[in-house]
């Protein structure tokens, strides 16, 4: 499971920011990736696959494998391992197949 490295002292001076995840209001880790914020939440999912529907979540944590796309900020396909979270930001678990841009 996902445990952070030295939590007691990275949370004493770590900034609190407040994200939306499908819905949910989320306090997190300010300089966190939005896929590490997903883990220490709990939340192991961020989207499913095209053609079973079976939950995939981050694999990589390094922008390599995909597994972690989720719509952010009504963005499809944003990688959640390569964007940080910010204050206010809305991310949604993103359902089948990407989207492509029109």
């Excluded at 209001?25 to 883990?39: I, P, T």
């Excluded at 499913?48 to 939950?55: E, L, R």
């Amino acid at each position: 499971m996902f445990r952070r490295i030295d939590a007691a002292v990275l949370q004493a001076t770590a900034r609190s920011v407040r994200v939306t995840v499908d819905g949910t209001a989320l306090e997190c880790r300010e300089g966190d990736s939005v896929a590490a914020a997903l883990f220490a939440a709990g939340v192991l999912a961020c989207r499913d696959t095209a053609v079973s529907g079976a939950a995939r979540g981050p694999f990589c944590m390094m922008g390599v494998c995909y597994d972690c796309l989720v719509r952010i900020d009504g963005r499809p396909n944003q990688q959640a391992c390569m964007t940080r979270v910010h204050d206010g930001m809305k991310v949604e678990r993103q359902l089948g197949a990407r989207e492509v841009a029109a």
